[in-house]
C-alpha cells in the first residue's frame, strides 16, 4: 500500500460489519432495468467491476419501493423476482471483499406518472419542475401506511438475497425528503408542521425495516443537510433533522447531501465549472453533531485529496460516483502507488447524467471509460492480444487517434502515432482553453501518459501524405484527423473578415471587436464556452441561436452553472432566431416563428458555431492504396468527444 495513506485505507466498522476501506461507489440510477423493473445483467457486471477495483462498499442505486415512482432508471424492489438477481450481485460484490448495500427509494413529486400510468405520490400536491410540473397526489393516511410496509418488503427482499445493509434517500431528490421540506409538505395531519412531525414518516420506516432486518443489517440514510432554496429548510434544520435520526439508535451512518433536483442539482451533483470536493462542508458540519460515520461526496475525484478529507476530520468514508464510474480500478491504483495511472473524472456529466437523460439513450456511460456499462464487451479482462503483430499507423493526435493508439498498443501492436501540430489533445486541447473548461483535458492528458507508458512511437509536426504512408509501409492506416472549421455558405455575408469561427476565439488567433454576436447553430457547449472566453476579455457579447434556448443540449447539471457566469457578465441570450445575413457592422436575424427580421447594427466581430467538416483527404487518397485502411472521430463525422474514443477503442481492437 502506498506510504502516504494512513485513512483511506484503513478498515472501518459500521454496524455490525467492517468495511475494508474508506472509498464508496455511490448510489446512482443506471437505466440497466428491464421493462418489467428488474436489473439486467449489466447491471450485475458494472456493481461487480466496481468491487474488482477495490472499492469497499458498493451502494446500489435504487431500488424502486412502490409502483407510484416506478421508473426506467431503476428496479424494483418490491418484486421477489428481483432477489435472485440481486444474490448474483452479492456474491459478486462479496468475491472481492467489498461490502453492498441497497437505497430503497421513491422519487415522490420528482417523477410524473407517465410511466407508471398512475398519480405518483406526495406528501402535498406540491408539483416539482424535474417531475414535469405533474400534480403527484397527497398521500392518505392509507397510502402512507402501504409505503411504510414496502420499504419494510424491500429491505426484507435485500437480506435474502445476501446484501449487507440499506440506505433510505432523503438527499436531493426523493419523497421521504419532501416530507422534511417546509416548501412540499403542508400537511396538518402528525406528518406535517412541526419539524419532529416532518420527521416523522422516516422514524416509522425505519422501525418498519428494524422490525424485518433486525439489529445486524446496516441501515443509514443518506440525508440533505440544506435544501439551499426559496421555502426549503436551511443547514440549521438540516442538522436538527439528523440528532434526530442519531438519537433514533435505528441507523447506522448517514451520507451527507445537499440541495435538491431543482433548483439545485448541479450543487449536488456539480459540473466541473464547480471546485473539487465543494460539498465536503456538509459532511463536516454533520460529523460535529453525530457520532455515527459519515459519508462526504461531490467532486472527490482524487486519492490525495480524499485522503486529506479524511485526515481533516470532516468525514469518515468517502463517496465517489462519477469517478468509479470513469475509472473502477482508481481504488486499486491508489494502493499501488500508481496515480498517474488513475483516470480522473472530469465531472463533463456528458456520458452519465446526460446519458441517462438521453432519450435515445438512457444508459449510464462515460466519455472517457467505454467500457462503463459495457463490461461484458468492453472491460480490461475483455481486451485479448492481437493474433498477428502489425505496424500501425494512427494519423491524428485527437482522442479518437490516442484512443486508438492505446488499445493496438496494449494489443501487442508496433504503433506510430502522427500529429500534424506540435501538441497532441486535437479539438479537446481548443475546448479547454475556456475559463470553466479547463478539467477538460483529463480526457488527452491520461491518453498522453498510457502512451508513453505503452512506448508509442509519437511524431508531432509531422504532416502525413500518401507519399510517406507508402515509404513507411504500414500494415493498417488508422485516420483519425480533426474536423475542419469552415464558414456557412447559407449565410449571406459569413465571409467577411468580421466573421470568426469559435475555434478562433479559443485559440485567440483573431482579435474580437467590443462588441461581439456568438451566433450558434449547434445545441452544445462551444457558443457558451466562447462566450466565456469573450467575457473575460471585457467584450459585450450576445449568444443567438435558432434553438428552443441557448445550449439545448448541455446537460442540466452543467447548463445552470453556465447561465449564472454568463448573466452575471451581462451576456444577452438571444433564442429562436436565426441568422441570415451580415453586412459589415450590420447583422440581420429571422424569427424561425413568426418570419419577421430583427437588426443588430454597431457589431464589431460576428462568430459562428456551425457544423464542421470532416477533414477525409487523406482516407480517400489512400482508400484503396493500403492493406488495411480505417477512418474514425471526426474524420468520419463531426461529433462528440465520447464517439471519438469510443471509435478509437473499437479501431484499436479490431486491427
Request: with cysteine; glycine share 10%.
Amino acid at each position: 500500500m502506498a506510504e502516504q495513506y494512513t485513512y483511506l485505507f484503513s478498515p472501518l466498522d459500521v454496524g455490525s460489519i467492517t468495511v475494508k476501506n474508506r472509498l464508496v461507489f455511490l448510489p446512482h440510477a443506471t437505466g440497466f432495468s428491464t421493462p418489467e423493473g428488474l436489473p439486467e445483467e449489466r447491471q450485475v457486471r458494472y456493481l461487480i467491476e466496481r468491487a474488482k477495483g477495490g472499492v469497499g462498499l458498493i451502494i446500489e442505486g435504487g431500488p424502486m419501493v412502490h409502483p407510484t415512482s416506478h421508473s426506467y432508471a431503476l428496479a424494483n424492489g418490491w418484486d421477489s423476482r428481483v432477489i435472485p438477481l440481486w444474490r448474483k450481485i452479492a456474491d459478486g460484490v462479496h468475491k472481492y471483499g467489498a461490502k453492498i448495500f441497497c437505497q430503497p427509494h421513491h422519487c415522490g413529486n420528482e417523477i410524473a406518472g407517465t410511466h407508471n400510468r398512475t398519480a405518483t405520490w406526495a406528501p402535498s400536491a406540491v408539483p416539482d419542475a424535474f417531475g414535469q410540473m405533474e400534480i403527484p397526489k397527497a398521500m392518505e393516511a392509507e397510502d402512507i401506511q402501504e409505503l411504510i410496509d414496502a420499504y419494510a418488503t424491500v429491505a426484507g427482499n435485500a437480506q435474502e438475497a445476501g446484501y449487507d445493509g440499506a440506505e433510505l434517500k432523503a438527499g436531493h431528490d426523493g419523497l421521504l425528503r419532501q416530507f422534511w421540506s417546509p416548501a412540499t409538505n403542508f400537511r396538518s395531519d402528525g406528518y406535517g408542521g412541526s419539524l419532529e412531525n416532518r420527521v416523522r414518516l422516516t422514524l416509522e420506516v425505519l422501525q418498519a425495516m428494524r422490525k424485518v432486518v433486525g439489529d445486524d443489517f446496516v441501515i443509514g440514510v443518506r440525508a440533505c443537510l440544506d435544501e439551499l432554496k426559496p421555502g426549503g429548510y436551511n443547514l440549521d434544520d438540516g442538522l436538527d433533522i439528523c440528532r434526530l435520526l442519531n438519537a433514533s439508535g435505528l441507523i447506522n451512518y448517514i451520507s451527507a447531501d445537499v440541495a435538491t433536483m431543482v433548483p439545485g442539482v448541479h450543487i449536488s451533483d456539480p459540473p466541473m465549472s464547480m471546485p473539487l470536493g465543494c460539498n465536503v462542508w456538509a459532511a463536516a458540519a454533520l460529523r460535529d453533531v453525530v457520532d455515527l460515520p459519515v459519508i462526504a461526496a461531490a467532486r472527490i475525484n482524487d486519492p490525495v485529496q480524499a485522503e486529506k478529507i479524511l485526515a481533516d476530520g470532516h468525514a469518515d468514508f468517502i463517496g465517489m460516483a462519477r469517478q468509479l464510474i470513469c475509472d473502477p480500478e482508481t481504488p486499486n491504483k491508489a494502493r499501488e502507488g500508481k496515480h498517474d495511472d488513475i483516470r480522473h473524472c472530469m465531472a463533463c456529466n456528458q456520458g452519465c447524467f446526460g446519458g441517462l437523460i438521453n432519450i435515445d439513450l438512457r444508459k449510464v456511460g462515460c466519455v472517457q471509460n467505454p467500457a462503463a456499462g459495457h463490461e461484458r464487451d468492453l472491460g480490461p479482462d475483455t481486451l485479448q492480444p492481437a493474433q498477428q503483430r502489425k505496424k500501425v499507423m494512427v494519423v491524428g493526435g485527437g482522442p479518437a487517434g490516442m484512443k486508438a493508439a492505446e488499445i493496438a498498443a496494449r494489443r501487442g501492436h508496433e504503433v506510430t502515432l502522427y500529429e500534424k501540430g506540435h501538441e497532441l489533445g486535437g479539438q479537446v486541447r481548443i475546448a479547454a482553453k475556456s475559463p470553466n473548461r479547463a478539467e477538460f483535458e483529463e480526457v488527452t492528458h491520461w491518453l498522453k501518459i498510457q502512451l508513453e507508458n505503452l512506448d508509442v512511437t509519437i511524431k508531432t509536426g509531422c504532416e502525413v501524405t500518401p507519399n510517406l504512408v507508402e515509404t513507411e509501409k504500414p500494415d493498417a492506416v488508422v485516420i483519425a484527423t480533426d474536423a475542419l472549421a469552415v464558414k456557412p455558405f447559407h449565410i449571406q455575408g459569413a465571409d467577411r473578415d468580421n466573421v470568426v469561427t469559435t475555434w478562433d476565439i479559443h485559440e485567440g488567433t483573431v482579435p474580437a471587436g467590443k462588441n461581439v454576436l456568438v451566433y450558434t447553430e449547434w445545441r452544445g457547449q462551444a457558443a457558451v464556452d466562447a462566450a466565456e472566453i469573450l467575457v473575460e476579455q471585457d467584450k459585450q457579447v450576445e449568444i443567438v441561436t435558432p434553438m428552443l434556448f441557448v445550449g439545448q443540449d448541455i446537460d442540466p447539471i452543467s447548463v445552470a452553472p453556465t447561465y449564472e457566469h454568463l448573466l452575471e457578465k451581462d451576456v444577452v441570450f438571444t433564442a429562436q432566431r436565426a441568422l441570415i445575413g451580415i453586412d459589415d457592422t450590420t447583422v440581420t436575424l429571422l424569427n424561425v416563428f413568426s418570419q419577421q427580421p430583427e437588426v443588430r447594427e454597431g457589431i464589431d466581430t460576428i462568430v459562428l458555431s456551425t457544423p464542421a467538416k470532416a477533414n477525409d483527404e487523406l482516407y480517400f487518397a489512400l482508400k484503396g492504396r493500403v492493406k488495411e485502411l480505417h477512418r474514425i472521430g471526426d474524420c468520419l463525422a463531426p461529433r462528440k468527444v465520447d464517439a471519438a474514443i469510443y471509435e478509437g477503442e473499437m479501431v484499436g481492437r479490431k486491427l
